[in-house]
Each structure stands twice: as C-alpha cells, then as structure tokens.
C-alpha cells in the first residue's frame, strides 16, 4: 500500500515527432499539495494534459485511486474524482455563470445541487454573478468560475494550471486563499502548476521541477529555498 490518490510513472508525452516528456514519476498522496513547476515551455500543461487524458500519452502510466486510468477519456477520468482546471480559465463564455455550474451538475456523477452552493461559498463573488455571461466577466472571475465548475463535481484531487496567472491582484490573493482552504480544511488533495516561487513556498507540501521532459527536482517546501531551485526556475 502506497497510500498515494496520484501516481504517475514513466509518462512520456509528444505532438506528433516532437517529443516534450521523456519518463515523468511523481507521487500525490490522498490530502498532499503538490506543485509543479519549471520555466515557460517546459511541458507543465502537457504533463497535466497527460494525466487528464487530454493528450494521449505515448508511454507510461496513471493511475488514481490504485487504479490504471491511463486508457480512460478525460470524462471518465473526471467521474473518478480528478478535477480539472486547464491553463487560461476555460469556461462556456455564451452562458451565465448559474448555467455554467448547472451544465457541470448535469455532467457530474453525483448530481446533488448543495454542490453548486458548496463552490459559490468557496467564491462567495460569484453569487452576485450568477446571471452574467461568463464571456463578459474579468480575467480573475472567470478563473474563480473554472475552479467552482471543477469542484461542482466533488472532485477528490483538484489539478490546476497556473490559476494565478495574468489575474488581478486582489483575485489572486482570494483564488490563493481558496485553494488553501480546500487543502487544510477540506483535505482535499491538489495538483497545482505554479510560476511564483512564493505562493508554491506558502502553499505546497511537495514539488516537483520539470526541466527536459523529466523531474529534475523534487522535495518538500523547504527545499524549495535551496540555491539550485533558484538556478532551475530562472528565467
Ligand atoms: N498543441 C501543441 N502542438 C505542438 N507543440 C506544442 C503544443 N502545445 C505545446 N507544445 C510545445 O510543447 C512544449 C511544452 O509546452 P507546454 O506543455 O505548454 O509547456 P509549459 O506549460 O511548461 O509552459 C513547448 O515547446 C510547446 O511549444
Ligand atoms: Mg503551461
């Protein structure tokens, strides 16, 4: 028994002959916080789009619970409990925000309506939103959107792409919060591709470094102030 909700192992990842992960291994435990990082084109939305089964990859295996998703579409994988938020706040821009989290329940396993409720606590702005077309809210509410669309199904492990990034301050600080909350209070367990060495220092329990298709690095959030980190994640 590993106790691990994620593991991934030897997950290698291309488009078409350009290949951009060559054998990725990571572990998140039910109720871990880990974050994945590494420079600007590194693979970070592949390696998620992998584990998702957006991306098909090309070798390696997933799996989640104990058990092998690898093969699963990304719905499936969804019904499993992996929620997912894809990088630069995917949301239906033509419905309201009440029709966004409804389309998502209707999806769900579950179906229960106290979960629309459960994700507008978690963004409270949201409530006066909720006749508003998602296409005319701000870069920051829609990001708080896509992440109360992916708890609307209760997702056991929530997997976010950069959730912070080109966002207002002041909806950064509430998306960080947010996150924080689900993790500490609710246990649930986070997968979370971050650029801000500071918000991963705050938040993670665990990271990993993507640097040529591989984890360079890995360790808990001490290590993260190490000098080679640093040298890794500079621009
Ligand atoms: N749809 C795609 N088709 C071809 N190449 C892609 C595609 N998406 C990403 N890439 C390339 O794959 C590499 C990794 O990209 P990505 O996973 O988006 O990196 P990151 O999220 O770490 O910035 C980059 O070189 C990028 O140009
Ligand atoms: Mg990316």
Known sequence: MSGSLLEVRGLEAAYGRARVLFGVDLEVGAGGLMCVMGRNGVGKTTLLNAVMGVLPPTAGTVLF?????????????????????????????QLTVAENLQVTLEASRHRDRGAIDEALAVFPRLTELLNRRAGFLSG????????ARALVTRP????????????????????ETAIERLHREDGLAVLLVEQYLELALRLA????????GLVRRSGTAADLRDAEVKRLLAV
């Open 205 to 212: 329990d665990t990271f990993v470094i993507i640097e040529g």
């Open 65 to 93: 619970d104990g058990e092998d998703v690898t093969g699963l579409p990304t719905h499936e994988r969804v019904r499993r409990g992996m929620g997912y938020v894809p990088q630069g706040h995917e949301t239906f821009p």
């Open 156 to 175: 056991r492990m929530l997997i976010l792409d950069e959730p912070t990034e080109g966002i207002q301050p002041s909806i950064v600080a509430e998306i």
């Open 140 to 147: 920051g509410q829609q990001q708080q959107l896509a992440i």
